[in-house]
């Protein structure tokens, strides 16, 4: 599984205006419909099998679209003038700026879907089930279905039948100045909790104020500091499977859960159930964070879980120069039992973009990382949209400001991505040259060995600093199916170097492989060389900085 994430709003936003704080009408946004046929084979040519939608539900925006019935948000609860897409603001819809006829914008949806699954990839979208935004109101929801919050009891800061949490007799007062783009202050008495577990009426800049924390049952505040009533089963519970139910019924193939750790495990076990049993092939992607908390999430239904503290932390530190390459061994070793369902990453809608001053500045440094996430194993990989060209994420776009990410709260267009799709010729060859060196890599993942082979870590034969391999700057490992033999070697160096690797014994044995001459062909570049492959000869490769090898290994003898 390899996953594309488009942020919807942005992604075919070709208005190149890029004012700060600019509103919709100065700075355009991007529509479903931008997302053409031909763009979807682009994609799936890269290697790509899903695509994740990022921002299809409607959230909370300053956009106007009362003209719609869609009901206005306050601007002092909006973060930015586009708004966060998950502070959800109805459940049951799309996000109206997304489409170009706002009355048809499920329509426009679906076509999406059927456009992407007709150029053979499947489609993701998020669900965001621990939080809304604090002016939560469906106008969308199917006959029958109650809205959120609708009969709690808002006297009381915890009940079982409660969606939501409050705090009695106090109002909503926020340690922070909200007023200044709204021409009334917001009112909300008495005040909900806020998203990131905040249980009192007065959350800081640093909080998710614009936010309100779903009630899974869970008592935070009781005299042991957190107590679980789950019999009866919490209405929260049942509203949320729904929704689930109704996305997974407009052809939606996968969700990622949003903090997903935030809601309790007993929760997923259910609703994940009640999905499977309808749709058993839907995909269920978690964002947890806590890597002790990893097991109980896969066996409550999670397929894959965000590998961040992980191996992204792990490989972002390599790239930087901060930790030494054979830290990677370390670190999948510390999740190998479950290692299959752990998704690979270098850059999301979250984190800062590689080529950003914030990270390293340059995109071809994280090549090596890169690799590493696409080969290692058999484990899905993930690739934010306008990182295969070298998106520097540098923009001061409004309430983002200078962090290199690319906003989530402004509209605003990202020009390596419109030339790459949009406007090719403008494409500069740096750009042309990363992306090109993207799809091979991607394209690889195909191959037998990668796609459900055995992998053999050889840094424990190659652990001694020399001026033929060093273990802080390589990593060198096997692949191999009944059919392929592949040898690996990154490097993380800026600098080309002559590295001898090291296959022991135990090797050759525990993949049941033949020594003797054989050929080795780079996959890369298609040339052939006759190598000895055997446990008393290292391996003696060339590997251009900031580069990799990948060798097919012909085990017949020439």
């Not at 355009?28 to 031909?38: E, F, P």
């Not at 049951?92 to 456009?115: C, I, N, T």
């Not at 692949?479 to 001898?500: D, G, M, W, Y």
């Not at 022991?504 to 996959?523: R, T, V, W």
Request: proline share 5%; aromatic share 14%.
């Amino acid at each position: 599984m390899t996953i594309y994430q488009i942020f919807t709003r942005l992604f075919g936003n070709q208005n190149m205006t890029f004012t700060p704080h600019g509103t919709m009408e100065e700075n355009g946004v991007g529509k479903m419909n931008d997302i053409t046929t031909t763009v979807l084979n682009r994609i799936h040519d890269m290697g790509f099998t899903h695509v994740w939608f990022t921002g299809i539900v409607r959230h909370a925006t300053t956009t106007d679209y009362s003209t719609y019935g869609i009901p206005r948000q306050h601007p002092a609860i909006v973060k930015g003038r586009a708004g966060s897409p998950y502070a959800i603001t109805d459940y049951y819809d799309v996000d109206p700026d997304l489409a170009v006829q706002v009355p048809k914008r499920m329509d426009e949806f679906e076509a999406l879907v059927k456009r992407t699954h007709e150029a053979g990839m499947k489609v993701i979208v998020d669900f965001v089930p621990n939080h809304v935004a604090r002016q939560y109101h469906s106008i969308c929801k199917p006959k029958g279905v109650r809205d959120l919050g609708e009969k709690d009891d808002v006297n009381k800061h915890f009940d079982i039948h409660n969606n939501f949490y409050y705090c009695p007799s106090y109002p909503f007062e926020p340690a922070i100045d909200l007023c200044k783009d709204a021409s009334e202050p917001y009112r909300e008495y008495p005040a909900k909790c806020t998203g990131n577990d905040c249980f009192n009426a007065s959350p800081s800049a640093n909080d998710w104020y614009e936010t309100v924390k779903l009630n899974y049952s869970i008592d935070y505040t009781d005299a042991g500091g957190r107590s679980e009533h789950f019999d009866p089963m919490p209405d929260t519970w049942r509203q949320m499977t729904d929704i689930l139910l109704f996305w997974a019924s407009k052809g939606v193939d996968g969700f990622r859960c949003d903090m997903a750790e935030m809601v309790p495990t007993a929760f997923w076990q259910y609703a994940i159930g009640k999905l499977k049993a309808t749709y058993p092939n839907v995909i269920i992607i978690g964002e947890v964070y806590n890597p002790s908390l990893y097991r109980a999430y896969i066996a409550s239904g999670f397929d894959y879980l965000y590998d961040k503290v992980g191996m992204y932390d792990c490989l972002r530190d390599i790239v930087c120069g901060m930790r030494p390459a054979h830290h990677i061994t370390r670190q999948w070793q510390s999740v190998d039992d479950i290692l299959p369902k752990m998704l690979y990453f270098l850059e999301n809608h979250d984190e800062q973009r590689i080529a950003s001053d914030f990270f390293c500045g340059s995109a071809e440094r994280a090549l090596p990382a890169f690799m590493v996430c696409a080969w290692l194993h058999t484990n899905p990989v993930m690739v934010y949209a306008g990182q295969e060209f070298g998106e520097r994420g540098m923009d001061a776009e409004g309430f983002s400001g200078l962090d290199g990410r690319t906003t989530i709260f402004d509209y605003w267009a990202v020009k390596s991505v419109i030339e790459g799709y949009y406007q090719r010729r403008k494409m500069d060859n740096h750009s042309k040259t990363l992306s090109e060196t993207y799809r091979q890599i991607l394209n690889l993942r195909n191959l037998p060995a990668i796609a459900h082979g055995q992998f053999f870590d050889l840094m424990y034969a190659n652990s001694q600093h020399s001026a033929l391999f060093n273990p802080d700057e390589q990593y060198v490992f096997l692949r191999k199916s009944a059919e392929q033999i592949l040898l690996i070697v990154v490097n993380f160096s800026p600098n080309q170097q002559t590295v001898h690797v090291n296959i022991p014994e135990h090797a050759f044995n525990y993949l049941q492989m033949s020594q003797g001459n054989c050929k080795a062909i780079d996959l890369i570049t298609n040339k052939e060389q006759t190598v000895a492959w055997q446990a008393d000869r290292p391996f003696v490769t060339q590997v251009m900085g900031y580069g990799g090898k990948i060798y097919e290994i012909k085990r017949h003898e020439v």
